[in-house]
């Protein structure tokens, strides 16, 4: 197993060592040289798809799978340049990307019959994914915030108004899936919807926020004691706990936005049967138990995994925590996301 770098972020989990390659017909057999492309995160966050690839060459004799870590558009250029093959053969996707994958159609209809662990999916998870791929993992967009500002941690959503938080508050530039999911957040909480989003507008003017250019910014923001609090990923309020900075990570009422990332077959792929077995193993229950562990933290997409101790301030672990999660309908989002940055952009620029 090998990894190219080109890229940035991401979701992942595993398999246990040869079971979902027993149900690929043929799978063993034959296999001498061949090379399975995956695209994947970069980081710590790929580690979960190491796991997973390690288990698939063992099981399959002569299989080489090598990781390319990206989130840029130069990948998808490529696959709609390929002629012929795809020189990708599997990729995962956040919501507002896969839609675009569908749309543009570089990705392809999952076909449940030839996966063992399809029926463990969630249905919730399961109807987002628009027929395409599966969902692998989700993400929590929560509040962090530094123990050291702040005597009162925030409680919900709308407590990033109080008085006493004024001028400490960070928020994400719109560009990012964290800040579109924020904007989505801020509406629904104040009246508004993904169709009116006027309340979010209104109110985070009213908000006068410290703007991060991206999630990495406000994290370092936070940990500079710049401002006190921020939406942001769990996974990277993770991060910054685990060395050991005075980062707390809050699951708001009335519930955390739940972005789901998707792991898609990508047409043209000459080793279907292989990016099955890769599906499946995202599927089986020992790689989300892999990877909702520390230092991953992706949300489970299949039933019946227990949520590890050191998970539990930045996942969900019970079925109720599960029903308060949040989310976003893309739908109505992806399509006007270049006016809505445009906007951001003017409304925020001092």
């Known amino acids: 197993m090998t990894t190219t770098t080109t890229g940035r972020r991401g979701f992942a989990r595993g398999l246990a060592a040869g079971t979902a390659l027993v149900a690929a017909p043929g799978l063993v057999r034959a296999q001498a040289a061949r090379e399975l492309v995956i695209v994947s995160f970069a980081g710590q966050l790929q580690e979960p798809h190491q796991w997973l690839a390690r288990r698939m060459e063992q099981s399959v004799p002569g299989l080489r799978i090598r990781l390319v870590p990206s989130e840029s558009q130069d990948i998808v250029a490529s696959i709609k340049a390929a002629q012929g093959f795809s020189p990708f053969d599997a990729m995962p996707n956040g919501e507002p990307p896969h839609l675009i994958a569908q749309r543009d159609g570089y990705i392809k209809r999952i076909e449940p019959a030839r996966l063992k662990n399809y029926a463990n999916l969630i249905?919730?998870?399961?109807?987002?994914?628009?027929?395409?791929?599966?969902?692998?993992?989700?993400?929590?967009?929560?509040?962090?915030?530094?123990?050291?500002?702040?005597?009162?941690?925030?409680?919900?959503?709308?407590?990033?108004?109080?008085?006493?938080?004024?001028?400490?508050?960070?928020?994400?530039?719109?560009?990012?899936?964290?800040?579109?999911?924020?904007?989505?957040?801020?509406?629904?909480?104040?009246?508004?919807?993904?169709?009116?989003?006027?309340?979010?507008w209104t109110k985070l003017q009213e908000l006068k926020p410290v703007i991060g250019r991206s999630p990495t910014q406000l994290i370092q923001m936070?940990?500079?004691?710049?401002?006190?609090?921020?939406?942001?990923?769990?996974?990277?309020a993770a991060g910054s706990a685990g060395k050991g900075l005075p980062i707390k990570f809050v699951q708001p009422a009335p519930g955390p936005v739940a972005i789901i990332s998707f792991m898609s077959e990508i047409a043209n792929t000459r080793h279907s049967d292989l990016v099955y077995a890769w599906m499946d193993g995202i599927l089986s229950a020992e790689y989300q138990q892999y990877a909702a562990n520390a230092p991953y933290f992706f949300g489970p997409t299949v039933k019946g995994v227990t949520i590890p101790e050191a998970a539990r301030p930045y996942t969900p672990s019970t079925a109720e925590e599960v029903a308060r999660l949040q989310t976003v309908d893309w739908g109505k989002i992806a399509p006007v996301r270049g006016q809505i940055v445009e906007r951001f952009d003017r409304v925020f620029a001092n």
């Open 123 to 200: 249905p919730e998870f399961v109807a987002k994914s628009g027929g395409f791929g599966v969902p692998a993992s989700y993400s929590l967009i929560g509040i962090a915030y530094n123990e050291k500002m702040l005597k009162t941690p925030p409680a919900s959503w709308a407590d990033m108004w109080k008085p006493e938080y004024a001028g400490k508050v960070g928020i994400p530039r719109a560009a990012s899936n964290l800040g579109l999911g924020v904007l989505a957040i801020v509406a629904k909480i104040f009246g508004g919807s993904e169709d009116n989003l006027e309340p979010a």
């Open 222 to 236: 936070l940990e500079r004691e710049e401002i006190a609090l921020a939406p942001i990923w769990n996974n990277d």
